[in-house]
């Protein structure tokens, strides 16, 4: 089983988003449940390509909400690297310019 952990730049994102965008209270908790599937499923999430090659994503409580991970096997562990909005044009998954 694959311990999941969250990046400091992921919390940072989550916490912006919660500010941003008026989350509910148990945001935290919806997103820990989101990802708890990825104890037992590390490579859940479809593979993202190009400049993002190497991590995955889950969909987070709302279906808008990008949850970006790396599964580093050798440690297993699952990091989440990034937490996005998908209707940014900034989102891991639009095509760069």
């Not at 859940?44 to 991590?55: I, K, V």
């Not at 994503?57 to 279906?63: C, H, K, M, S, V």
């Not at 096997?73 to 990091?79: A, H, T």
């Amino acid at each position: 089983m694959a311990r999941v952990e969250l990046a400091v730049a992921a919390v940072e994102d989550l916490d912006r988003l919660i500010r941003t965008h008026s989350l509910p209270a148990d945001t935290r908790a919806r997103v820990a449940r989101s990802l708890h599937s990825l104890v037992q499923f590390p490579r859940l999430g479809p593979a993202l390509t190009g400049r993002w090659d190497g991590y995955r994503f889950i969909l987070g409580p709302w279906r808008w909400l990008i949850l970006v991970y790396v599964f580093i096997e050798d440690e297993d562990r699952v990091v989440v690297v990034t937490i996005q909005d998908a209707g940014s044009s900034t989102a891991v998954t639009a095509d760069p310019l």
